[in-house]
């Protein structure tokens, strides 16, 4: 059982490159999120999906697009990356359940330089 | 705004000593549910415990408890018995809205450190 997979693990790109950092999950859920993490800030939600066709904005959305055409998949697209970009990137997600906990992914650490 | 608050950057423990990390949050909600992860050095997530705001009692898993103050909006995390592994990162949660929306706010963390 694989989980909540994302790819790549590291990534550097340069100022205005785009790209898309890729999440997959087996697990059926319904609920997937996209959070950065920087040193001494927590994970702050990017953007955050409750099911095929359905996205929302998080707390720090911009620079970021997202989609979900399936279940399984919800990438992250960076249109032109920034150097205030440079984070570590989780996927999570979760079944429909109020109480149930969040899967997470292992992350992508990305540099924009 | 819904914010949770871990006013512990850092954190010793001597190995076998229980240890508690502090969590209070602040929400409007009725209906809230409190949550820790753990983040290795490794860097993955690992959930530990969950808190429902209806709970009466303190949840417990193994060697983690969450000691649950409603009134006093705190959810400070024990762990008992320290062990080596246990050194990491701990972040506290707190899922906000009700069904359909499921936003999870996080902590800033609290760097363990089980000294042998």
């Known amino acids: 059982n694989a989980g909540v997979t994302q790819t790549p693990k590291f990534q550097v790109l340069k100022t205005g490159q785009s790209m898309t950092l890729q999440c997959a999950q087996d697990?059926?859920?319904?609920?997937m999120s996209w959070y950065r993490q920087d040193p001494g800030m927590g994970l702050r939600l990017i953007h955050y999906?409750?099911?095929?066709?359905?996205?929302d904005q998080g707390e720090v959305p911009n620079g970021y697009n997202v989609s979900r055409s399936t279940t399984e998949d919800f990438p992250l697209r960076l249109l032109s990356a920034a150097p205030s970009q440079t984070s570590v990137y989780f996927c999570?997600?979760?079944?429909?359940?109020?109480?149930?906990?969040?899967?997470f992914g292992q992350g992508t650490r990305l540099t924009v330089v | 705004a819904q914010k949770i608050t871990q006013t512990q950057p850092g954190m010793f423990v001597q190995e076998k000593e229980a240890v508690t990390l502090d969590c209070t949050y602040d929400?409007?909600?009725?209906?809230?549910?409190l949550f820790w992860y753990k983040q290795p050095s490794s860097g993955e997530m690992i959930f530990l415990i969950y808190?429902?705001?209806?709970?009466?009692q303190n949840a417990t898993e193994g060697r983690y408890s969450l000691n649950f103050q409603k009134a006093r909006k705190s959810a400070n995390l024990v762990i008992s018995a320290s062990q080596l592994g246990d050194s990491a990162m701990y972040f506290c949660?707190?899922?906000?809205?009700?069904?359909?929306?499921?936003?999870?706010?996080f902590g800033t963390g609290t760097r363990l450190k089980v000294l042998a």
């Open positions: 999906s409750v099911g095929a066709g359905i996205t």
């Open positions: 929400t409007s909600d009725q209906s809230y549910g």
């Open positions: 949660a707190m899922r906000e809205g009700t069904s359909g929306t499921y936003k999870y706010i």
């Open positions: 697990m059926n859920h319904e609920y």
């Open positions: 808190q429902g705001s209806y709970d009466e």
């Open positions: 999570a997600s979760k079944d429909r359940g109020m109480n149930t906990e969040a899967f």
